[in-house]
Structure formats: C-alpha cells, structure tokens
C-alpha cells in the first residue's frame, strides 16, 4: 500500500485511540505514542501498530498516536482505516482473519 496523503481515525474519547498516519521518506515505520497507559502496555500498542502496517505491506510511514485506553482490537481497526484514508483506497477488502 502506498500512502499519498495524511490519513486520520479515531477520536479522543475513553477507550479509544487517534491515529493519524503520514508518508515518510525516511526507512521504517516511525510511531510516536502518547498514553495514559505508556508504562504498563506502551510496548503492546506500538507492536499492534506496527504489525497491522505490515499487514498492509506499508514500509515507510510516520504514525501519532493518542491513547485513551484502547483494546488491541480498536488499535487494529484505526490504524487499518487511517492507512486506507491515507492511501486515498476505494477498494475496500475486509475479511474475517481466520488466525484470531
């Protein structure tokens, strides 16, 4: 997937997370994290993140997250939505994973 553009889901509320996904240049996937949580499951949110962006065969791309509290589940479907937004898809595939 080729991100052109900035891409945004998610709000601010409790539980949820912000995602706003940009292009980059540079080599990787860079994840900026800010939660209220960051000591005991920073680590968890950043490898959700950067798991689903490999899904989508991202390889370059900087990402912000703002955490309130959020389960795997709403991390994986933000960030999903924010790259397909950011790579401007109108072709949407969403499937069941069979290896949840």
Do not use: H
């Not at 601010?12 to 209220?36: F, R, W």
């Amino acid at each position: 997937m080729k991100l052109i553009t900035t891409g945004n889901a998610g709000t601010m509320e409790s539980n949820d997370i912000m995602i706003t996904v940009e292009p980059s240049d540079a080599g990787g996937v860079q994840v900026d994290l800010t939660s209220s949580v960051y000591q005991q499951f920073g680590k968890q949110i950043i490898s959700v993140i950067k798991e689903t962006t490999a899904e989508y065969g991202v390889k370059n791309a900087v990402i912000t997250a703002v955490d309130k509290g959020a389960l795997d589940c709403t991390v994986r479907a933000r960030v999903a939505t924010a790259l397909t937004r950011a790579a401007e898809c109108r072709d949407y595939t969403w499937e069941v994973r069979q290896d949840v």
